[in-house]
């Protein structure tokens, strides 16, 4: 891309070049290399000043359902979209930096997993320039396919995703910085145990936060699984699995509705069904009553069965209490 048009260091020809291979490579991959793997993910900025903006994009893929051919894009390709007309104004690539196997990991010292479960991670980042423009933009990863052993929607298999996030005028004018999860929401939850998760992000601007419940944004398709050039928005979401599933039933009728707390990000849910689900978050950023920026973030809930561990009632160092309040020394 040319550099005196203000987006970034790369040219025509090369970005040219790039889109050719990649259009070459998805026609030329086998069928297989469709096979679903795709998490979760989102994206976000960082604000460097000269109109210089760090983009960050994490993306997640199952390792245990995925093709060993399903890896991480390399390059990632995103898009760059006015807001005002949703017409596209440049991409640029995300080159892979390698990744990282989420741990499997459980809250309660009291249960047991008896489900295997593996997430990959890795994080794209990229400094391109974003000038300033009326309405500002919206930046967007898309990617083939979720996993076809989702529950809540239906199609999985054939539904990709979308990962975008917005700036708007009062963003680009102040140099602001997106907020940042904290954490990974945990790889798995126990069927019929309570959840109590602290999903908030952090704003290093210190701007004022709203968490929602979101449906997830579809995305590539089988015939075309990691497009070089994402479609432009609005962008179409999920089709719940109803009527067994819905916005207001992410993880079914059964237990406890998954549900956020609009001010401080906390999950709170008792999922009384088995199985596989996405789930998406949205947090819009708020400076003195101005809308500044919206991230989406979705992830899957792996709800599986656990066993209660039974522990000794001769307490040392590092055991636990699990079957009732009485000690006996």
Same mark, same amino acid.
């Given at each position: 891309m040319n550099?005196?048009?203000?987006w970034?260091?790369?040219?025509?020809?090369?970005?040219?070049?790039?889109?050719?291979?990649?259009?070459?490579?998805?026609?030329f991959?086998?069928? !297989?290399?469709?096979?679903?793997?795709?998490?979760?993910g =989102?994206?976000?900025?960082?604000?460097?000043?000269?109109?210089? #903006? *760090?983009i960050?994009?994490?993306?997640?893929r199952?390792?245990?359902?995925?093709?060993e051919?399903?890896?991480?894009?390399d &390059?990632?390709? %995103?898009?760059?979209?006015?807001?005002?007309?949703?017409?596209?104004?440049?991409?640029?690539?995300?080159?892979?930096?390698?990744?990282?196997?989420? @741990? *499997?990991?459980?809250?309660?010292d009291?249960?047991m997993? @008896?489900?295997?479960v593996?997430v990959?991670?890795?994080?794209?980042?990229?400094v391109?320039?974003?000038?300033? %423009? =009326?309405?500002? #933009?919206e930046?967007?990863y898309?990617?083939?396919?979720?996993n076809? +052993?989702?529950?809540n929607?239906v199609?999985?298999k054939?539904?990709?995703?979308?990962?975008?996030?917005k700036?708007?005028?009062?963003a680009?004018? !102040?140099?602001?910085?997106?907020p940042?999860f904290? =954490?990974?929401? &945990?790889?798995?939850?126990c069927?019929d145990?309570?959840?109590?998760?602290?999903?908030?992000?952090?704003?290093?601007?210190?701007?004022?936060?709203? #968490?929602?419940?979101?449906?997830?944004?579809?995305?590539?398709?089988?015939?075309?699984?990691?497009?070089?050039? &994402?479609?432009?928005?609005p962008?179409?979401?999920?089709?719940?699995?109803?009527? +067994? #599933?819905?916005? *207001?039933n992410?993880?079914?009728?059964?237990?406890?509705p998954?549900?956020?707390?609009?001010? !401080?990000?906390?999950?709170?849910?008792? &999922?009384?069904?088995?199985?596989?689900?996405?789930?998406g978050?949205?947090?819009?950023e708020?400076?003195?009553?101005?809308?500044?920026?919206?991230?989406?973030?979705?992830?899957?809930y792996?709800v599986?069965?656990?066993?209660?561990?039974e522990?000794?009632?001769?307490?040392?160092d590092?055991?636990?209490?699990? =079957?009732?309040?009485?000690?006996?020394?």
């Amino acid at each position: 891309m040319n550099q005196d048009k203000g987006w970034t260091k790369y040219s025509p020809f090369s970005v040219f070049k790039l889109a050719v291979l990649l259009v070459s490579f998805t026609l030329f991959m086998p069928f !297989n290399a469709h096979a679903t793997h795709i998490v979760g993910g =989102e994206i976000g900025y960082r604000c460097l000043g000269d109109d210089q #903006y *760090e983009i960050i994009l994490s993306v997640y893929r199952d390792c245990i359902n995925a093709g060993e051919d399903t890896e991480f894009d390399d &390059p990632a390709s %995103v898009g760059i979209f006015l807001n005002s007309t949703q017409a596209l104004v440049d991409t640029f690539p995300m080159f892979f930096m390698g990744d990282d196997t989420l @741990q *499997e990991f459980l809250l309660d010292d009291c249960l047991m997993v @008896q489900s295997p479960v593996c997430v990959h991670t890795t994080t794209y980042r990229q400094v391109i320039t974003l000038p300033f %423009v =009326e309405g500002g #933009y919206e930046l967007a990863y898309q990617r083939c396919c979720r996993n076809e +052993t989702l529950n809540n929607i239906v199609v999985p298999k054939e539904t990709g995703a979308t990962f975008t996030i917005k700036l708007s005028e009062a963003a680009l004018m !102040n140099c602001n910085n997106s907020p940042q999860f904290r =954490e990974w929401p &945990p790889i798995f939850v126990c069927a019929d145990q309570f959840i109590s998760y602290d999903h908030s992000a952090f704003d290093m601007d210190g701007d004022s936060l709203v #968490y929602s419940i979101c449906t997830p944004s579809a995305g590539a398709t089988e015939a075309v699984p990691k497009p070089s050039i &994402p479609s432009a928005p609005p962008y179409d979401t999920v089709v719940w699995n109803s009527p +067994t #599933y819905s916005l *207001e039933n992410i993880l079914g009728a059964a237990g406890r509705p998954l549900s956020i707390n609009p001010r !401080n990000g906390r999950i709170i849910a008792r &999922p009384g069904i088995i199985g596989q689900f996405v789930v998406g978050i949205c947090v819009e950023e708020y400076r003195n009553g101005v809308l500044l920026s919206e991230t989406r973030r979705d992830f899957q809930y792996n709800v599986v069965p656990c066993a209660e561990i039974e522990a000794d009632p001769i307490i040392e160092d590092g055991d636990f209490i699990c =079957e009732d309040f009485t000690v006996t020394f």
